[in-house]
């Protein structure tokens, strides 16, 4: 589903991936792990297109992300194109990035209409189904001022399901949250891994990471340190940078 | 039965005799001027008779009507090249600069004069002579909604800016394009920063509005200036177009009041307008 080959990114004369070789197969939970400033976070936002690939290959579901390969030579795709493929992939935001402006409902529904030309009855059924998935059917016609951190991302999951996705991107999904909250929108998570939703999680949740994830990958200052399954990484450590993290992650 | 609280802390306030003074100060200025101002030679008998004439009145009717449509106008064009000067294109964003430094970088009164007399440059526009077209009402309109369009740009602009890239991103990890997030998500939430400004701005029009008097647009002012060439009571009909001016002003500034109450509401200092601290602090008694 995403295949990333020597991928590199960088931001001006700062180079913040140095070649990521990476692959994510259908139905497959990847979670990511490293220290601030890994590029963990750029990673996931070069797969949809957040920020532009400046050398190497990844791909979503065979197709290139940002570019068009015709004849040997790279074409970049034009913002209808990328919009289309960025429908495609959901994304979960550390700090949610609901609309204010909108319902919890409208959030959910505004996509789907906007942009797949759904009809708005349809969309918004299939939207309190989805808030009713995620625990929240009482709180369609609240605005995400009057909902907690935990119910915002909630809603902010439900309104990325709403475009069904082939892919999810968590980016610290639980990171701006009270620890009493966590538990709620990991809970949600999981069940979506269960359902078999091809998921990549930037996290710092160890024991989500061990229960869900059937790869984690390790990465820090740029490159991928260990990958393998969440017991090799996580409690078989090979190298001693993966070990040091480890160890002061509680 | 309940224990009386704490005794209440009795304390000796502190004096402060300079406010005492600065207030006396204050107090004999202004005996000093309504003094001065009463014993000149104005008729305020004629300032209060003009206030009503219906010469006067009309002048105010237009002065609200030119800056009401100004205002729209500028609004209108303001929203266009903030959105163009924003835009990636770099032929759309460099004429969008041009048009904003041009505007905001003339004075209005030459803007109002170089529309009034266009016809000097375009003898005809569209078959017709310019000079039937360009009436004095057009020609306010176009300069000052021309003008207010470049200052209006540059407030949308900032409104824009202040919403969080995260809603960006967030609209566009969803598949929306830029010109959907733009209508849909961010300038909903722009409007809550572009709105107070705008009410301050529409305020202010209806002062500007009084350039126009110089190419014969019947607005407030050339009303005033019209009655006293004939009746030489200069100073008394341009005190008479003053409270016009306040009064207009007056009742904006009080519906500026709620907007700006209305859209600091949630931030933290909810109550603290500048005319809402105003009227708290003079609510208060003073400590002298």
Known sequence: MVLAEGVHKSFGRLEVLKGIDLQVSRGEVMCLLGPSGSGKSTFLRCINHLEQVSAGRLSVDGHLVGYREKGGKLYELKEKETARARADIGMVFQRFNLFPHMTALSNVTEAPVRVRGRDRRLAEARARELLSRVGLDDKADTYPAQLSGGQQQRVAIARALAMEPKLMLFDEPTSALDPELVGEVLAVMRSLARDGMTMVVVTHEMSFARDVADQVVFMDAGVVVEAGSATDVLDRPQHERTREFLSRVP | ?288
């Open chain 2, 1 to 288: 039965m309940t224990q009386p609280g704490p005794a209440r802390l009795v304390s000796v306030p502190v004096r402060h005799y300079g406010r005492w003074l600065s207030a006396l100060l204050v107090l004999a200025a202004i005996a000093w001027l309504v003094r001065a101002f009463s014993q000149a030679d104005i008729d305020y008998a004629t300032t209060g008779e003009f206030f009503t004439a219906e010469n006067v009145i009309r002048g105010a009717g237009r002065t609200l009507l030119i800056s009401v449509l100004a205002q729209a106008m500028g609004i209108g064009l303001g929203v266009l090249f903030a959105v163009m000067r924003l835009s990636r294109n770099p032929v759309t964003s460099t004429v969008a600069w041009f048009y904003i430094w041009l505007f905001r970088g003339t004075p209005v009164l030459v803007q109002l004069l170089l529309w009034y007399n266009l016809a000097l440059i375009f003898p005809t526009i569209g078959g017709r002579p310019t000079s039937d077209l360009m009436t004095p009402f057009v020609a306010a309109l176009l300069g000052l909604g021309i003008n207010e369009g470049a200052y209006m740009a540059e407030i949308v602009r900032s409104g824009i800016g202040s919403v969080d890239d995260g809603q960006t991103e967030a609209a566009q990890a969803l598949g929306m394009t830029r010109a959907q997030t733009l209508r849909r998500i961010v300038l909903p939430q722009a409007m809550r920063v572009i709105i107070p400004p705008t009410g301050n701005e529409f305020i202010n029009m209806l002062k500007t509005s009084s350039l126009a008097y110089t190419i014969q647009y019947g607005e407030l002012l050339l009303s005033a200036v019209s009655i006293y060439t004939r009746n030489l009571q200069v100073i008394e009909l341009l005190f008479t177009v003053s409270l016009w001016y306040l009064v207009l002003t007056s009742v904006f500034s009080v519906g500026q009041y709620f907007l700006e109450r209305r859209f600091n509401r949630g931030s933290r200092d909810a109550r603290q307008t500048a005319t809402g601290r105003l009227v708290s602090n003079l609510r208060r008694r003073p400590r002298l």
